[in-house]
């Protein structure tokens, strides 16, 4: 009497690399998209909330983000860079835009100054111990040039390293060490001025 054969476990199923997901998107794989969404919406959110001040448009530049890889995945060129460069870089160009968009409408007058900048003190509510601490150097982000701005956050909220980060602005990898260095020594100052130790600072370094 032959025994009956037992069904091997299923084996799990591998999970995509970000590369392999574009190249189900640009076969028109919505499930692909779904799972690069799942994977960098939050990252990408915060990102562009950080650098252009404010939660509603940085859903906007996600969701433009994403129609924008839907469109172009066939674009994309393993050869030349990572995928989540490819897909900052995007989101850092839709961020260039809505700013250059903001002082646009403020030059025609239709929107006030203050609505559009944020503003340089830190909220009341948050000046307690390290939440105080959190605030000053979101205060400190808000001042930082543009560029040093965008370099700081890409490495400390993207988590790209420095050649990633040159892809993404458009620049060389020395500038871009230029532009963290410049960054930190700010916040640093910043930080020191105010009679504060720099914990949060150095997170943001490494």
């Given at each position: ?15 995509l ?7 189900h ?15 960098h919406?939050r ?13 509603h ?10 129609f ?15 995928a ?29 100054t ?6 340089e003190?830190p ?8 939440r ?22 890409l ?52």
């Amino acid at each position: 009497m032959s025994q009956a054969r037992v069904p091997e476990p299923a084996r799990p199923q591998e999970r995509l690399n970000d590369e392999a997901l574009l190249a189900h998107i640009a076969a028109g794989e919505q499930h692909a998209l779904r799972e690069l969404v799942d994977r960098h919406g939050r990252g990408l959110k915060l990102f562009a909330s950080r650098y252009l001040g404010g939660a509603h448009e940085a859903e906007d530049v996600v969701q433009d983000v994403f129609f924008s890889v839907w469109n172009n995945a066939k674009r994309f060129d393993p050869a030349k860079g990572r995928a989540t460069t490819w897909i900052y870089r995007i989101a850092v160009n839709r961020c260039i835009d809505v700013k250059r968009w903001r002082r646009f409408r403020v030059f025609l007058g239709f929107e006030d100054t203050g609505d559009v900048l944020a503003s340089e003190d830190p909220p009341t509510d948050a000046l307690i111990g390290a939440r105080q601490e959190l605030a000053i150097v979101r205060a400190g982000l808000d001042k930082l040039p543009e560029r040093q701005r965008m370099a700081l956050l890409l490495r400390a909220l993207a988590d790209l390293d420095v050649p990633s980060i040159a892809e993404a602005m458009g620049t060389s990898a020395g500038s871009v060490e230029q532009l963290l260095v410049r960054a930190r020594r700010t916040l640093r100052a910043r930080l020191t001025k105010v009679g504060e130790s720099v914990p949060e600072v150095e997170r943001l370094s490494k």
